[in-house]
């Protein structure tokens, strides 16, 4: 892949992300999977992402993408949205603490960005597209694997993936 088509694929995620997590509800949905059910968020897109495109995951692109929020979400980005989080309570007292708030805030969107990057790379190489399904049930297949991957029953974060789906989709 070069560069240029791997930058546009990553700016199509990115492009995608933003206009989804702008909808109605869909920012409440992605934090409830991200603070309820311990999801990374960028997974959760890169799920309806790829629906979009058609391609369904199987196993080694899922265990693939739980690595990327492994490495990626957990190790890099978490430890930034904690710091930002954390200040919010002490901006009010300090203006310099608001500055080095908002500059958390930069730093965790490009890091935000890394992991969209990444899971880009892992895109480019798994399966085929299946023009058989609709968008909405490859989405559906692909949450399903990714959560029984992760040991998570579906029922818990099922009202926030209809969510999703519905805002991708409908």
Same mark, same amino acid.
């Given at each position: 892949?070069?560069?240029?088509?791997?930058?546009?694929?990553?700016?199509?995620?990115?492009?995608?992300?933003?206009?989804?997590?702008?909808?109605?509800?869909?920012?409440?949905?992605?934090?409830?999977?991200?603070?309820?059910?311990?999801?990374?968020?960028?997974?959760?897109?890169?799920?309806?992402?790829?629906?979009?495109?058609?391609?369904?995951?199987?196993?080694?692109? #899922?265990?693939?993408?739980? =690595? !990327? /929020?492994?490495?990626?979400?957990? @190790?890099?980005? *978490?430890?930034?949205? +904690?710091?930002?989080?954390?200040?919010?309570?002490?901006?009010?007292?300090?203006?310099?603490?608001?500055?080095?708030?908002?500059?958390?805030?930069?730093?965790?969107?490009?890091?935000?960005?890394?992991?969209?990057?990444?899971? #880009?790379?892992?895109?480019? =190489? !798994? /399966?085929?597209?299946?023009?058989? @399904?609709?968008? *909405?049930?490859?989405? +559906?297949?692909?949450?399903?694997?990714?959560?029984?991957?992760?040991?998570?029953?579906?029922?818990?974060?099922?009202?926030?993936?209809?969510?999703?789906?519905?805002?991708?989709?409908?």
């Amino acid at each position: 892949m070069t560069d240029e088509t791997r930058a546009h694929w990553v700016d199509a995620f990115w492009q995608f992300s933003t206009a989804l997590y702008g909808a109605p509800e869909v920012e409440a949905a992605c934090l409830e999977l991200q603070d309820r059910d311990g999801l990374e968020v960028n997974l959760a897109l890169f799920c309806l992402f790829a629906a979009q495109h058609r391609i369904r995951f199987e196993l080694p692109a #899922i265990q693939a993408m739980r =690595t !990327i /929020g492994i490495v990626w979400g957990r @190790e890099v980005v *978490a430890p930034l949205r +904690a710091a930002r989080r954390s200040m919010k309570a002490h901006v009010a007292e300090n203006e310099t603490v608001g500055s080095l708030r908002e500059e958390v805030k930069r730093v965790e969107l490009a890091a935000e960005k890394g992991v969209q990057a990444a899971l #880009i790379d892992l895109f480019v =190489t !798994i /399966g085929e597209r299946d023009d058989m @399904e609709a968008p *909405a049930e490859i989405a +559906a297949h692909n949450f399903a694997a990714w959560f029984d991957e992760e040991g998570i029953d579906g029922d818990a974060p099922r009202a926030s993936v209809a969510t999703l789906v519905h805002a991708a989709f409908d």
